[in-house]
């Protein structure tokens, strides 16, 4: 069992910067793939970002050059963080923890329960 908390969202003018962070609980924390995940009200969650075990990285193509994940595994905790954010980046950000590598949020185990980013223009 993996539980995870996100916490670092908030409001932040466009072009700015924010820092996302994701504790899990759990010993086998650095056995899982983690990913990041968003959804606005009436739209599907999208993906952002995974990080494997390894620390390979993969972004989706509207966080490629803006968006860097990272993990600690000595502390249990991933990141995200995200430079010239856009308004269209307002959403709710969710960490997620699975065993198998994916960009598919179905293949995921384990959920935090999200954090507001609001980007204002």
């Known amino acids: 069992q993996v539980q995870l908390v996100e916490s670092g969202g908030g409001l932040v003018q466009a072009g700015g910067s924010l820092r996302l962070s994701c504790a899990a609980s759990?010993?086998?924390?650095?056995?899982?793939?983690m990913g990041w995940f968003r959804q606005v009200p009436g739209k599907e969650r999208e993906f952002v970002a995974v990080i494997h075990w390894n620390g390979d990285t993969y972004y989706a193509d509207s966080a490629k050059g803006r968006f860097t994940m990272s993990r600690d595994n000595a502390k249990n905790t991933v990141y995200l963080r995200m430079n010239s954010l856009k308004t269209e980046d307002t959403a709710v950000y969710f960490c997620?923890?699975?065993?198998?590598?994916?960009?598919?949020?179905?293949?995921?185990?384990?959920w935090g329960q999200g954090t507001q980013v609001t980007v204002s223009s």
């Open positions: 997620a923890a699975d065993r198998t590598f994916s960009f598919d949020s179905d293949e995921y185990d384990y």
């Open positions: 759990g010993r086998t924390f650095s056995s899982y793939a």
